[in-house]
């Protein structure tokens, strides 16, 4: 699917033409399914290439749909950060030499999650509803 010598810049900037709003919930599986492998270095390049793609967005540049909508595109930005912020403490945790701070930083972590689910499942039921919405409203 992409070559070995491809940037994250080039693999996102592919992903944006080719898969349009729903690149960055392509990335976002990614990342996680590298996060469950422990494949540190995967989950950097895929985290590069949401990165990428949101400012790619905020250039103007990004992925929009049809109608202009791109609130769902922004909130699964947000939802990526999540991941990131959990990944983070996840790895502070297990550096931390303290029991106590390996638990907080543990329960921060699950915290992260938690909300980058809850999130990505209300931007996925607000997808469902823009494409249940009649064609005539959505010019309006």
């Known amino acids: 699917m ?11 900037e592919r992903l944006g033409r080719e898969m349009g709003p729903g690149a960055f919930s392509f990335v976002g599986r990614r990342v996680e399914a590298a996060r469950q492998r422990s494949d540190h270095a995967d989950v950097q390049f895929w985290n590069q290439i949401a990165h990428e793609l949101a400012h790619r ?4 540049q990004g992925v929009r749909t049809l109608d202009g ?5 922004r909130f699964m930005q947000r939802i990526e950060y999540c991941r990131h912020r959990a990944l983070k403490a996840e790895r502070e945790a297990a550096a931390a030499k303290a ?5 907080e930083l543990t329960d921060m972590a699950t915290q992260w999650r938690d909300l980058a689910l809850h999130a990505e499942l209300i931007a996925q039921m607000a997808e469902r509803a823009d494409e249940r919405e009649p064609v005539s409203s959505k010019a309006a």
Do not use: L, N
């Open 2 to 12: 992409f070559e070995q010598s491809d940037t994250a810049s080039d693999v996102a």
């Open 99 to 103: 029991t106590t701070r390996r638990r």
């Open 69 to 73: 909508k791109s609130d769902v595109w």
């Open 57 to 60: 967005v905020e250039r103007g």
